[in-house]
């Protein structure tokens, strides 16, 4: 649920005196949006309520009388009402003579309609010559209330029922005990009349409506907001008076809250069969009021959303005091900024590539408004340009501390830190670091200065046990001369397959360590001497990934990154085409599998939502990837495929309504490509709502 707060004063109050009332109710489209109730002395279950609306008792020749009786004994619950009795007296009561009890709206509203209940009436018949008491129901609209049909009659009655819609404007209804010497002088030493009324009920209409002015508060600047937030208003109604505020986030109306209770008065009694609000007083709302609306923003998601304030009297009538896009904005804000520090200098050395790295040494801080539930944290490590702009995170980059790799160098590296609510997110980043540039590399015997990059391979394999020698020899003329070697695969992980020629892994698992020995041909070690790894597409170019220099046991070690399918290339020897001398390789082919996660979604209305995330380098083009959902033993796409963006992410929604309240299941499916296998997500079933 959503909750509204509320705080209203009336003007001219001071803040702290007397208790404001917050009072969350239901709101609902009202039946009779002009209208509204009035009970009178009690309702329609017999509770006891004011008689608001009435006048004091008059008598029709002025003031009320020595011998008349007039009396108000509503209180009690289920008995008592207005009273009305000429008793007994020696003088004879004069014509018209009586007592008045008078309801009018008083704020110019009309009486639609209106029902009676009296519990008792008395009139005298009187006799030959001599007149009679008389009980009647007068409206404004009747000239002559007297002498019509609603004169209750003569003699002793039992309760009576008086209901009538009057077919013109009735401005009030009065209840008359009087005098009715229409054939002579009314009865001496005699009860002449008496009546009670136990209960009335007045069907009201309000041609009003509520105004509003001084609207503000952060909803209505134009600024995002975020956990409680509010508008400020003052409202007035010349009619029955304010009632209610409520808002309306995206035409979804909020519980209402109730302004003033004005004393009780301004209380639905309820007990209605025709949708209106009851009171006890045509008038039982403040006429001003100055409040403020809360709304807890936490409760929906980030972004823009339609917002409105209205302002409601006591029948129903209704004014929008706001109405505008306001943008919610509860993502946790940042505390602290992330922190990380280069271990030894920001540079890459192929030879000890471990020993260069950066490490992480605070991740930032974040604090959720209230309401926008837990902050959960994920770092990470990103790469930039050199001017430290255009960053990208670095797949597989989470721990505390970052290798720099070949892939670094001209770049610069930062930290970043991101925290997510149930509402939205938020990254911050440490300063990046310098520029990483690429240390001398260190001069080995035969190789001179030149850096051996690229090339053609000159191959002549054998393979034996996972053993490949490849043969060959060269006098050596002039520079790029090698030590004839045989190329000795030892020691090889536990993760590789019986068969080098082929590895198939999913994208987690594709960084590769490769291990082993150079040998010359008589079986001695190699020490010294730098073997490469180049990698690149099947079909394309390699470029060099890493490289190594033999231990004094021709012992060697190259790691490749996590990366899509490739060749892999191990190499020794001359890697310029145009330097003389022998050169080995050892080819793998790595095929390597996007992993999927899929969620689908059910908005109502006929709306799915589909949503990925696959993890997998990252390829220029993107990855394309289709929705399918299963027919059969088939599986169909569910419109065109389309690519990811560049965080591997897809998004795509399916209008269904036809097809509400069916199950379907579905998957994401991604088609290979010469950079990745085929992949498809688990099956995941929705029913469409």
């Known amino acids: 649920m959503r909750y509204l707060l509320m705080r209203a004063t009336r003007p001219g109050s001071i803040a702290g005196l007397g208790a404001l009332l917050v009072v969350l109710i239901a709101w609902t489209p009202r039946a009779f949006a002009d209208e509204m109730t009035v009970y009178s002395c009690h309702t329609p279950g017999g509770a006891a309520t004011g008689t608001g609306g009435w006048s004091e008792a008059k008598s029709t020749t002025g003031a009320i009388g020595t011998f008349m009786l007039a009396e108000n004994t509503c209180a009690g619950s289920g008995t008592g009402g207005l009273v009305s009795e000429l008793p007994s007296r020696a003088a004879a009561w004069s014509d018209g003579e009586g007592i008045l009890w008078t309801f009018a709206p008083g704020f110019g509203g009309a009486i639609v309609d209106y029902v009676l209940e009296i519990a008792g009436t008395y009139a005298n018949p009187g006799g030959t010559g001599i007149g009679a008491g008389n009980v009647a129901v007068a409206a404004s609209d009747e000239s002559d209330p007297i002498y019509d049909y609603r004169n209750l009659g003569g003699g002793s009655r039992g309760a009576v029922t008086i209901e009538r819609t009057p077919s013109d404007e009735v401005k009030s209804i009065t209840l008359l005990t009087s005098c009715d010497a229409f054939a002579g002088p009314c009865p001496v030493n005699e009860l002449l009349a008496r009546s009670e009324l136990a209960s009335a009920s007045f069907l009201l209409n ?113 004014v929008s005091a706001f109405n505008g896009e306001v943008t919610f904005d509860n993502a946790p804000v940042e505390t602290g900024e992330p922190r990380f520090e280069a271990v030894h200098e920001e540079e890459y050395d192929p030879e000890h590539p471990t020993e260069n790295a950066a490490e992480a040494r605070a991740e930032g801080s974040f604090a959720a408004p209230a309401g926008a539930g837990a902050v959960r944290i994920h770092s990470f490590w990103e790469r930039c340009d050199a001017t430290g702009a255009n960053c990208a995170a670095i797949s597989g980059a989470t721990g505390a501390i970052y290798d720099f790799t070949a892939s670094d160098v001209g770049s610069t590296i930062r930290y970043a830190t991101m925290a997510s609510d149930r509402d939205g997110s938020t990254t911050v980043a440490s300063t990046p670091s310098a520029v990483i540039k690429e240390s001398e590399p260190p001069s080995h015997p035969g190789l001179g200065s030149e850096n051996p990059l690229g090339g053609t391979s000159i191959t002549n394999n054998s393979t034996t046990n996972n053993t490949t020698t490849n043969g060959g020899s060269s006098t050596g003329n002039g520079a790029g001369s090698f030590p004839l070697a045989t190329f000795s695969f030892t020691g090889l992980t536990a993760e590789w397959t019986k068969s080098l020629s082929g590895l198939t892994r999913s994208y987690p698992r594709s960084a590769l360590r490769l291990t082993g020995r150079l040998l010359s041909p008589s079986g001695q070690p190699l020490g010294g001497q730098t073997v490469y790894l180049l990698s690149g597409p099947l079909g394309g170019g390699l470029a060099e990934v890493a490289q190594t220099v033999t231990d004094p046991n021709g012992n060697w070690a190259l790691k490749a990154p996590k990366g899509p399918s490739r060749l892999l290339r191990v190499a020794y020897g001359a890697q310029s085409a145009s330097a003389a001398g022998t050169q080995l390789t050892r080819d793998i082919v790595e095929d390597v599998r996007p992993v999927i996660e899929f969620h689908v979604r059910s908005y109502g209305a006929g709306i799915l939502a589909f949503r990925a995330h696959v993890r997998f380098a990252r390829t220029s083009p993107a990855l394309l990837a289709v929705v399918q959902a299963r027919k059969g033993r088939r599986w169909q796409d569910v419109g065109a495929p389309e690519r990811l963006n560049g965080r591997g992410v897809f998004t795509s929604r399916y209008s269904a309504s036809a097809l509400i309240g069916n199950t379907y299941v579905f998957r994401l499916y991604v088609p290979a490509t010469h950079l990745a296998l085929s992949a498809a997500s688990k099956a995941v079933s929705a029913t469409v709502r």
Request: charged residues 20%; contains cysteine.
């Open 206 to 318: 309000d041609e009003s409506t509520p105004k509003a002015s001084s609207v503000g508060g952060p909803l209505t600047e134009g600024r995002p907001v975020s956990g409680p937030s509010e508008v400020s208003f003052e409202a007035s109604d010349s009619g029955p008076g304010i009632y209610a505020a409520h808002l309306v986030v995206d035409g979804q109306a909020q519980p209402s809250a109730m302004l003033d209770s004005n004393g009780g008065h301004c209380v639905n009694l309820g007990e209605t069969t025709n949708g209106t609000r009851a009171f006890d007083s045509p008038e039982p709302c403040a006429k001003s009021v100055d409040g403020a609306m809360s709304l807890e923003t936490t409760e929906w998601v980030d972004g823009t959303h339609h917002v409105q304030l209205i302002l409601e009297d006591a029948s129903g009538n209704s």
